[in-house]
């Protein structure tokens, strides 16, 4: 099982993102579909989550209305567009998938956003 997450960066505030992840070894396709993140000295925290048919989309409140989550199940890929990056929006994102207690996880790519 992989998940390989890119697409992190170093961007300036106001500025925009599209992470992608990569998912091979499983059926992409029946899994829901996750980005978490973690900043320095804080918990994990779940941003945005999107289900096996692409039908249903949850956010965290600090990111509604500037991210976008959404996958490919022909590619094997989610996504995540990020608009109006913020400050606080530094920190390592994490690709996630999920189903009947199954956990995997990406390896986390880096977002900077500063100026």
């Known amino acids: 099982v992989q998940l390989v997450e890119s697409g992190g960066g170093l961007v300036q505030p106001g500025g925009s993102l599209r992470l992608s992840c990569a998912a091979s070894g499983f059926t992409f396709s029946r899994y829901v579909m996750s980005w978490y993140r973690q900043a320095p000295g804080v918990e994990r925290e779940l941003v945005a989550a999107?289900?096996?048919?692409?039908?249903?989309?949850n956010y965290a409140d600090s990111v509604k209305g500037r991210f976008t989550i959404f996958r490919d199940n022909a590619k094997n890929t989610v996504y995540l567009q990020m608009n109006s990056l913020k400050p606080e929006d530094t920190a390592v994102y994490y690709c996630n998938a999920y189903r009947s207690a199954t956990n995997y996880w990406g390896q986390g790519t880096q977002v900077t956003v500063s100026s």
């Open positions: 999107i289900q096996s048919t692409g039908g249903s989309k």
